[in-house]
């Protein structure tokens, strides 16, 4: 008979880490739109990379990503415990220790900063070493439990990797990696808080100010509705600089055109309406938000040119 009055903690390293435990502490899922924004910024840059010297910047962007979403999971362990969502986490799971995974942020986080300058150049390692300071210190350390503007200006550490790709090639910022990193971090409030609405109460129980725990559902719906509107303007807007096209701007007008009408829909709702039927529009309007950010960036990958893929491929 198992013994259920003893905690996750308590039974902590009971069973060995498998490498399973160890990948997931870099946040894969977090770590595959990291990769593919990167990926757009390094081939839409104006400037040629060599096959080899862009797959090893990806690899680094890439690790660096991930050596955040292991110092985020050490740090946020406590709030992991409580939430249902993240209780699998391999920390509050028990599979490993939260030294373990300090030790191994703080060392893929030099490796990765250290290479990708070695292997492009220090303008591009500079912000990769920013990035995961930004995750880190100033959203996981500082903003995620001090505002609810947590998500809005923490938004910026998952709105870099494509100035970083963009940098790799070409040693520098433009204000094309810039439309790239505001795409990314206006789609930033809006997918998030969709989320939170639905899921509400493990943020209330870890004492997480969410936009919804600290004003409530209908602040939070009034606020995706703003950032929805002006995130279609900037989006169809970048159809028009040297990045977009008539792909992109065919792809934005349709999918931003989906994308208000779902966030009209959840200004209008109330929160009986909402669990009546679960928050089925407010999830789906999340499901949208994914599609969403690739499918944008998917659209610059194309008008940069297949043939670029081609050579890399």
Not at 93 to 115: P, Q, Y
């Amino acid at each position: 008979m198992t013994d259920t009055s003893i905690t996750p903690q308590a039974r902590s390293f009971e069973n060995d880490a498998q490498f399973g435990d160890y990948f997931a502490l870099l946040k894969p899922r977090v770590m595959t739109l990291v990769v593919f924004t990167a990926f757009v910024g390094l081939l839409a840059a104006p400037v040629p990379v060599h096959p080899f010297v862009g797959f090893c910047a990806i690899l680094f962007i890439a690790i660096g990503g991930g050596a955040s979403g292991a110092l985020n999971m050490w740090y946020d362990a406590d709030i992991d415990a409580v939430m249902k969502r993240t209780q699998r986490r391999p920390i509050p799971a028990g599979k490993v220790t939260g030294d373990e995974a300090l030790a191994i942020g703080v060392a893929l986080s030099v490796f990765a900063v250290v290479f990708l300058g070695l292997a492009t150049n220090w303008v591009a390692a500079g912000l990769l070493a920013f990035t995961i300071f930004f995750y880190a210190v100033v959203y996981t350390m500082w903003l995620k439990r001090w505002t609810p503007q947590n998500i809005v200006i923490g938004g910026a550490a998952g709105a870099f990797p494509p100035m970083i790709g963009w940098a790799a090639a070409t040693g520098g910022v433009s204000i094309e990696s810039i439309l790239m990193f505001c795409l990314t971090f206006m789609w930033t409030p809006p997918h998030f808080w969709a989320l939170a609405l639905f899921m509400r109460k493990d943020y209330d129980n870890a004492g997480v100010p969410m936009l919804t725990v600290t004003h409530g559902r209908r602040a939070t719906r009034v606020h995706i509705l703003v950032y929805t509107l002006l995130l279609a303007a900037l989006a169809i807007a970048t159809g028009f600089t040297q990045v977009g096209g008539p792909v992109y701007l065919t792809i934005a007008i349709v999918l931003n055109a989906l994308f208000v009408r779902g966030a009209i829909k959840i200004w209008r709702r109330d929160e009986d309406m909402a669990e009546a039927d679960n928050f089925a529009v407010e999830r789906k309007f999340f499901k949208l938000s994914l599609l969403y950010l690739f499918a944008h960036f998917g659209a610059i990958l194309i008008e940069a040119g297949i043939d670029k893929l081609v050579v890399w491929l």
